[in-house]
């Protein structure tokens, strides 16, 4: 007994002392940094970094009311004075410190500065108050110009001016500038993306809408029952792929449209295509970028099947990899040369399958590089595509 | 009463770890659905997912540990059962559609989803790997105590047993959450327990239905007679229970198992199916309990009471049929054993997979291993250790141990959902504090616990049982610092708990 009890004790308070260590190097993480510094300059340079950086994560949506008056603050810090104002072509975007009753005309006091783009002191004449505690009595104001234009102005009131303080605030102007070009490169980047999404909807159609309408002409005096019917998977299939609203939709509502896809090709190739599907029940609500599927099978069916004689099989796998799910769409179709494909997957090509090469770069861009498409294939051997995405990324939810 | 009969006793185990291994291997093609078309509307339902939840949830504790308990104890342990099926209740009041709805697959996912930030997020994990081992501990002990009472085989072997399976499967690819397997699982051990309980029942009523034999000074029949003998048992009483109640959101491997529900309306549905079969298990074990007092009043010295299910049907019918109905029992606690202890390997290697091992494993071997191999690594460290900590621990009882792992996580993650869930107030640094106080308070007291045995008094009921405590202290150090730090509420809060709280069908702008 005393053997065994001594031992636990030593596992207990080693792990005890290990917990400790976890704890104090998660708290130490973010204060590293204020240790160690060798002058007070150096201290004094990371504490003005550190502010900035501060201010940058709320000006990161570019000037908005909320993060404008959260930035002021670290701004006033910046600058050392007693008020920051900041006001933008409209009004007053935020007003950081006390004497809020001067708040009202900072807007006033910066219409020169937005219209000249030109820096300008104001004495207490224009701005100081009859209150003589009041500590508003002169301001510098600096212009924000971003993209050739002056976005805002960066207003620091004080006692009184000083050139260091028209330099600085010029600076700090020139800096929120700076922030200001970067969200909006970051809308930018964003409205690409979904531009890119939009070229990949409208690419689907023309081929496939002539040659569907075509199969589906062709059924309207022999079969009208079933040419109906197709026309209603048609009008499901373009409002699902031309719809407009969120990137992301689950795994289930994809491959029920890859099923009406499937059923229109079918009506155009009959026997020749065969179709087997087996999905795992436990990944069907799994969140991915929406049309991922749909253009890989696409691929396939016009590919790897179109052009080979008694036509082929199609096999869409989709298996529960435990946090992640994977991914199958293969076809024992005429394959092609790997290094065809990897062009297309580098964007080197707008070749025949751009298809692979958006449903790639949409993959990578959301989870990162290591969730790319995965292509096997080689001329003869049909093409294997697979791909993984995890159950969870932060920011990205389906839409309905 | 002689040794159990060895030879049926290992059939039966052996026999389960076979068909778990063979199911894991083949599972893939079992999981899948095959079809030409239509394959999408087929979602896994409710019903199948919360059968797969009570498979992988009725663990040692439930199948050995409960009648152990009432047996020992006495009717005070009737709230063991109850507690563990009330978390299920609270859990679909409070947190089932949110959880769901947030789109998380793991506890630290939903920590992430909600609060922005990526410390909460590694936090979460280090408390998910700790109650994932908390857990683990008492299916290996209860393997390896069920394998000495039917086999006589040393201590060491039953746990060493579970755990290289369940490393062969989770390693191998196989038993990925598969629901349709899990989901018999239930069926398996509710028949493994039910089964022989009726005829046992059938036995008692043949011998004219004794009464249970209580020695006069244990008041064994009384309520409130004090949990496991420490005292204050009122304190103890309520304590346990809302660990219980509390600690189920909190456990990790039951989180994953709502991922699979379609949307939050499915999740409750599937909620309220689990308390209803879990309802209809918990029936059984208590039978045991009291039966072993009527044929068993004394057991041999060294004999944990724990094994008590295995060793009544040799007491109470004849040998043939008794044997018979011990390896039954053998077998489907080793079912649970397995169930149990797969389902928590899977989401604890997965979380130390994702979330501590991928990234440094890429920089030790300079990106040169694959997803699997890591996977496989992360496995054998959630199994490893919580082994070798079963080995040197003093065993407490299963049913204890498993009660402690419900406080720790009902101090720490119950507030973390809860507040998370429904208050919008909820701060990253009160979050984050809220995990470290009830983390540590609660880690604590298990650890004197189990380590330093019992101690007399209120200090040893308040360490006993420390969720009473620690849960509101948990709670209000959260709320407190979420007030004082109202510039640390994650910046798109109101649009997550829009997310959280509308049905899917809905249409709104969710971004």
């Not at chain 1, 950081?96 to 820096?119: I, K, L, S, Y």
């Not at chain 1, 589906?216 to 079969?223: G, H, K, L, P, Y």
């Not at chain 1, 990162?368 to 990324?393: N, S």
């Not at chain 2, 060793?311 to 018979?324: H, T």
Request: proline share 5%; hydrophobic share 50%; with cysteine.
């Amino acid at each position: 007994m005393p053997g065994s009890v001594h031992l636990p004790t030593a596992i207990f308070v080693a792990g005890g002392m290990l917990l400790l260590y976890a704890l104090s190097r998660l708290v130490s993480h973010g204060r590293a940094a204020s240790r160690g510094f060798v002058s007070e300059v150096d201290q004094a340079t990371h504490a003005t970094l550190h502010t900035a950086s501060l201010a940058a994560r709320h000006l990161q949506d570019g000037l908005t009311p909320e993060g404008s008056a959260r930035a002021a603050k670290h701004l006033r810090g910046l600058l050392g004075c007693p008020v920051v104002a900041l006001t933008d072509a409209a009004g007053i975007l935020a007003w950081d410190g006390p004497a809020e009753h001067h708040r009202n005309r900072a807007h006033g006091h910066a219409a020169e500065v937005m219209r000249t783009g030109r820096t300008i002191v104001l004495g207490a004449a224009e701005v100081a108050c009859s209150d003589p505690d009041c500590p508003v009595r002169s301001a510098v104001i600096a212009p924000v110009v971003a993209e050739d234009r002056v976005m805002a102005a960066v207003a620091a009131y004080g006692p009184h001016t000083s050139a260091g303080l028209a330099r600085a605030t010029e600076e700090v102007a020139r800096w929120v500038a700076t922030q200001v070009e970067l969200a909006d490169l970051g809308h930018q980047r964003s409205r690409a993306m979904e531009a890119e999404l939009r070229a990949l909807r409208a690419q689907i159609s023309p081929h496939f809408i002539y040659n569907s309408l075509a199969a589906i002409a062709s059924f309207v005096r022999t079969d009208p029952d079933r040419a109906r019917e197709l026309l209603l998977e048609f009008a499901d299939f373009t409002r699902y792929a031309l719809r407009r609203g969120g990137a992301f939709t689950t795994l289930a509502e994809e491959l029920r449209n890859v099923e009406r896809y499937l059923v229109l090709e079918q009506a155009r190739f009959g026997d020749r295509l065969r179709v087997s599907l087996m999905v795992a029940p436990e990944v069907l609500p799994v969140t991915l970028p929406y049309l991922s599927v749909q253009p890989l099978v696409e691929n396939a069916v016009r590919h790897g099947l179109a052009g080979k004689p008694g036509g082929g099989r199609i096999r869409i796998v989709a298996t529960d990899e435990g946090s992640a799910a994977e991914i199958t769409v293969e076809d024992d179709g005429v394959g092609s040369d790997p290094e065809a494909i990897r062009e297309v997957l580098d964007q080197r090509t707008d070749g025949d399958s751009i298809g692979l090469g958006n449903v790639d770069a949409r993959l990578r861009q959301v989870y990162g590089d290591d969730y790319g498409l995965v292509v096997e294939t080689a001329p003869g051997a049909g093409t294997k595509v697979t791909f993984r995405v995890p159950k969870y990324a932060p920011g990205v939810h389906a839409t309905p | 009463m002689g040794r159990l009969n060895t030879a049926y006793g290992v059939v039966a185990i052996a026999l389960v770890c076979l068909v778990t291994l063979a199911v894991g291997s083949f599972g893939l093609r079992l999981s899948r659905t095959t079809s030409d078309f239509y394959v999408a509307g087929r979602t896994v339902t409710p019903y199948r997912n919360a059968s797969a939840i009570g498979g992988e949830y009725l663990s040692a504790a439930s199948f050995l540990g409960i009648a152990g308990l009432v047996y020992t104890n006495g009717l005070d342990m009737l709230w063991f059962p109850v507690g563990y099926t009330v978390g299920y209740v609270v859990l679909l009041v409070l947190v089932a559609a949110p959880l769901r709805r947030s789109g998380a697959y793991t506890l630290p996912d939903f920590a992430e989803a909600r609060l922005e930030s990526l410390a909460i997020r590694r936090l979460s994990t280090i408390l998910v790997v700790g109650i994932g081992w908390l857990y683990l501990l008492p299916q290996l002990q209860g393997a390896s105590l069920a394998l000495e009472a039917v086999t006589g085989a040393p201590g060491w072997l039953g746990g060493l047993v579970v755990a290289v399976v369940v490393v062969a499967n989770v390693a191998a690819g196989g038993m990925r959450s598969i629901t349709l397997v899990q989901a018999l699982q239930y069926w398996v051990k509710l028949t493994a327990i039910a089964v022989p309980a009726f005829v046992l029942l059938g036995a008692w009523f043949s011998d004219g239905a004794p009464g249970p034999a209580i020695a006069r000074d244990t008041r064994w029949e009384e309520p409130l007679n004090g949990l496991a003998g420490q005292g204050h048992p009122v304190y103890a009483t309520y304590s346990l229970l809302l660990a219980l109640a509390l600690g189920t959101m909190g456990l990790p491997h039951v989180l994953v198992r709502f991922y699979t529900n379609p949307d939050g309306r499915a999740a409750r549905r599937t909620t309220l199916t689990v308390v209803a079969l879990l309802g209809t298990f918990y029936l059984f074990p208590p039978l045991y309990g009291l039966l072993g007092r009527v044929y068993l009043p004394q057991l041999p010295d060294g004999v944990a009471a724990d094994t008590l299910v295995l060793r009544l049907p040799m007491a109470m019918v004849s040998d043939g049929l008794g044997q018979v109905l011990a390896a039954v029992l053998a077998g489907g606690a080793f079912a649970a054993f397995l169930s149990t202890a797969s389902g928590l390997t899977m989401s604890v290697a997965g979380v130390i997979d994702q979330d501590l091992l991928r990234r440094r494993l890429g920089r030790l071997t300079g990106e040169d291993f694959s997803a699997a191999q890591g996977f496989r690594l992360a496995t054998v460290l959630a199994v490893v250790v919580p082994y070798v900590a079963s080995r040197v621990v003093e065993p407490v009882g299963l049913a204890t141990m498993v009660s402690l792992a419900f406080a720790v996580a009902a101090s720490t993650f119950c507030p973390l959902l809860v507040l998370g869930s429904w208050w919008r107030g909820l701060s990253t640094s009160g979050a984050a504090a809220g995990l470290v106080v009830g983390g540590t308070l609660a880690t604590a007291a298990v650890g004197i616990t189990v380590l330093a045995g019992p101690v007399p008094g209120w200090p040893g009921a308040l360490l006993g049982q420390p969720a009473a405590w620690s849960i509101p202290l948990a709670f209000a150090v959260s709320v407190i610092v979420s007030l004082a730090t109202p510039g640390r509420i994650p910046r798109h809060t109101a649009r997550t708990m829009v997310r959280l709280h509308t049905p899917e069908d809905l249409v709104l702008e969710r971004g």
